[in-house]
């Protein structure tokens, strides 16, 4: 691997390490990745083999167990993904967007180190063994169905991965996994979803949540199979199966095992869960339970938040469509109780992808331009920090926030969902 920096004071700075040097092993095992680094540089006393030009050199080192050298590398290779699911989104992005977004990730490592959602097909013995050898745990899978026959007409993979055995190898070896179901109608529902819930229960305890999310359709899908919508009728039909499929699997404890995202609840007009039903939140980034974990954050921290407005202040908040009835009967009425301040809410519909894409992380620049220009927008608007990619930089259609500005007229500023991070905008620009 090869270093790119060296933090000053740190032990790679005493050892005169450079930026530009390979690390070739620890210990006389290749280091391939930062995981195999984190995972031989722990012991107490180490052999370092660097590669620096052609000459090679070996440093014997004392250390203390947790001093990682203060070394930074470059970024990982990313493994691609076997599949060419019918339902990705990768291929529902219309032509002339950046590089990135065409590309499927399907490493196993970015699963562990992020929680990427990942699926088992490119994964063989050796990585499988790696990954109890080094405890990558946990691990996020998509699983999406069991059936063999099934996987493969929906994966377009071509022959059987033998999911459960790796699923049987990884849980009896204490990795635990969360994973996930991308719900297509017509598709794996029904006698096939009951089947996959089942398989999965055969984990326990190793399989920690299964969510199940409803399928994202955008209108760029020309060539690619058909899949019917998640709409009103099909989520208020599916929720109370859903429930029954939590009620007959759960693990011996009574501890849930399903999960829905929020978004059943939201498109099927219905009230969202308390906060006991998502257990943990350890799949809140997945979309369930984001709504309940925003609002108990915001109550927890909105007590301990300096409110008061100096002077009066009129902005405006956007946000997808998904969670416009939740912000127009609760939080828009909220903040408008707060004295000296006035929001108006405005919801953006998402032209970029189809109005199915209401999730305000998938929004465009260019749709929230078009249409909050020539609006009187006030001091500025507001966004979630979704609507930005994961650099923190530019939205999907690469705007960047000083573009969406000058062409808005007022500064559009992103916060986090932290009361703090909104009042800190507010009272600074």
Known sequence: MKIIAIEPNSTGAELELQPGDNLKAIDGKKVRDIIDYRFRITAEEVVLRIDRGDEVIEYNLEK?????????????????????????????????????????????????????????????KQELQRVVEQRMTPLYISVHVTDPAKRKEM?????????????????????????????????????????????LHRFLPGILSLAIV?????????????????????????????????????????????????????????????????????????????????????????????????????ITIGSGRLIEPIFRDQFIPELNLIENLTVEYIPIVNKFYGDSVQVTGLLTGQDIVAQLKDRDLGKMVIFSERILSETGVVTLDDLDLVTMSDQLGVPVKVVGDSPVEFFEVLRNG
């Open 64 to 124: 203390e167990y947790d001093d990682d050298l203060g070394l930074s590398f470059e970024d990982l290779k990313i493994r691609k993904c076997a599949n060419d699911c019918i339902f990705c989104f990768v291929d529902q992005n219309p032509k002339g967007m950046r590089a990135a977004l065409y590309f499927r990730d399907g490493d196993y490592r970015l699963s562990f180190l992020h929680g990427h959602f990942v699926t088992l097909t490119n994964m063989g």
């Open 155 to 199: 994966f377009l993979y071509g022959k059987d991965d033998k999911l459960l055995d790796k699923l049987e190898y990884l849980t009896s070896n204490g990795i635990d996994l969360h994973t996930q179901i991308v719900l297509c109608p017509g598709w794996n529902d029904g006698e096939f979803l009951e089947r996959t819930v089942a398989d």
């Open 214 to 314: 409803p399928v994202g359709l955008t209108k760029h899908r020309d060539g690619l199979p058909f899949i019917p919508a998640v709409d009103e009728a099909y989520a208020r039909e599916f929720i109370p199966l859903a429930y029954d499929l939590d009620q007959l699997y759960r693990d011996p404890e009574g501890e849930r095992l399903v999960f829905l995202s929020d978004e059943w609840f939201i498109r099927a007009g219905v009230k969202l869960p308390d906060s006991g039903y998502y257990g943990d939140f350890s799949q809140v980034e997945n979309g369930v339970g984001q709504v309940r974990y925003f609002f108990n954050q915001w109550s927890d921290e909105i007590r301990q938040v300096d409110t008061y407005l100096r002077r009066p202040i009129r």
